[in-house]
């Protein structure tokens, strides 16, 4: 029986997966979404604006650039390692000084002080955490690229044609830990098959990195896709993160999401049982739900063949349509107490099974976000979600056991 407090965190999946850390890396591929640019809307959904929750795609928006995958990827990594290894120099470097100049309480106190609050504790912060290492591409080069990927400036050309040399001190570089490419920005899978093979692949080619995640919507999985993904699952990790939000059609339509949750539930059949492991992602307080539907949600997706799953918070953007909704008083925000216990609710609920990836969404620019504005973290947060399970003495999965069903 798990301990109070405990939930499925993807670190541990990860530890227990492949024995150490992993680092996730969030990309911007220069994909579009059918939701976007006219297939099935032009509004996208109500919340959308990616650069407001992928650090890459922010990256890129700024400078108007869109640098290679592999760039990325390095660029990244280059950070990632860095700030490794200061972290782990840092328990050598003060043994050091207690074999030359002797040992002082005081002087271990205030390094262990010091190491608590470093932010590249890996138990602490997840690596992807506050800047983005990444650069930028603009939407008028985005919509260029989506309209014929295959002979304009798609991602790639785009890539080719303006990206700088690589910095002198990553041309013998090496990363010792492990990684997995996000493709995290727009929806990942809307592009012809070749042109998906080449920036997959392009991932998978970059030294350190072992596997992908891969973001998309549910109906954009268009033939040989899946049979894509399952031929890499069979020599690397493969996540497929699909957006849902709600299993309720009546929200889904409100926030205009373009798809019902029978697509979602299609999706994730359909991938299911090709070694890939699958994600849902949702959002808690969207206009017109309650507990009940928020609860709803998750007993719907227990008793699908889900792996993990994705928890965020509704939040307001500027520019966005739900900007304009929530301005005029007519969509209420959940306080964070409020989304703390339905959270709670929810992973007590949630089969034991099922990793949990995140339960609090940052926004990647604090200037472009409206509310709510919480200024707090996910490590603390995740704290909180903690401390609120070891107070009710429970964990995820409790109430499915409760309820005499099998926790997992
Ligand atoms: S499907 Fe994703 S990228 Fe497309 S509009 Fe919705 S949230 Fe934005």
Known sequence: MPSPGWYYRLSRFFKETFSEKVYKIPLDAGFSCPNRDGTIS???CIFCYNPSFSPAALAGEREGRLPSVQE???SFQLRAEKKA????????AHEELQKHKGYKAHEMQAAKTAESSCPARYDKVTPWEGSCPVSRSTESSRKAAQRDPETTGNSCSRRQSGAPAAPADAKNFQPRRKYLAYFQAYSNTYAPLPHLQKLYEEALSAPGIIGLSIATRPDCLGPGVLELLQSYAQKYHIW???GLQSSSDRTLRLI???HTYHDFEQAVLESSNRGIYICAHLINGLPGEGRAEMLETIAKINSLPLHGVKFHQLQVFRGTPL???YEKGEVPLLSLRDYLEILCDQLELLRGDIVVHRLLSEAASEELLIAPRWDIGRSRFSQ???GELKARGSWQGKMRAAKGESAR
């Open 85 to 92: 290894e200061k972290f782990e120099a840092r328990p050598k």
């Open 323 to 325: 900007a304009r909704l």
């Open 42 to 44: 032009t509004g996208g």
């Open 256 to 258: 205009n999401r373009g």
């Open 72 to 74: 990325q990827i390095r």
């Open 384 to 386: 909180l979600v903690e």
């Open 240 to 242: 497929l993160e699909l």
